[in-house]
């Protein structure tokens, strides 16, 4: 696989299109990072890490919680990969944008970390932005 934060993009949007109420996938320190932005943004209801067992030779895994409105609307109506491994896209801190004029989230690495748009321009930094999220 030659992008797994892509690929954990697609498991979480395909999940919620189907209204799954938890979605699997490989785990890694950043898609653990992204899960827990996702879920102080308040987009999923949490996450958990499932280590493996002693004797097995599996990658741990990441659980995530998907959260839904009231009536079954979805909570996240779209997410979307913004930087790839073939375009990398990288903002200044005067330069990273809104996503929807204020309603979605963009989640950016930066030298600070893994953060999302509005704490990059609070904290006056820019970075690679990962993906976007309304």
């Not at 690929?7 to 827990?36: F, Q, W, Y």
């Not at 979605?104 to 990059?120: K, N, P």
Request: proline share 4%.
């Amino acid at each position: 696989m030659t992008d797994p934060i892509a690929d954990m993009l697609s498991r979480i949007r395909n999940a919620t299109v189907g209204r799954h109420t938890r979605v699997d996938m490989p785990s890694s320190r950043l898609k653990v990072e992204i899960a827990r932005i996702l879920e102080s943004e308040g987009y999923i209801q949490g996450f958990k890490v499932l280590e493996p067992q002693a004797g097995e030779r599996i990658q741990a895994h990441l659980r995530v919680f998907l959260k839904y409105g009231p009536k079954g609307e979805r909570v996240i109506i779209g997410i979307q990969r913004v930087s790839r491994p073939g375009r990398r896209v990288y903002f200044g801190r005067d330069d990273v944008p809104e996503v929807l004029a204020g309603l979605g989230t963009s989640i950016l690495t930066t030298s600070r970390g893994v953060m999302t748009g509005r704490e990059a321009i609070k904290a006056g930094v820019g970075g690679e932005v990962l993906c976007n999220v309304w």
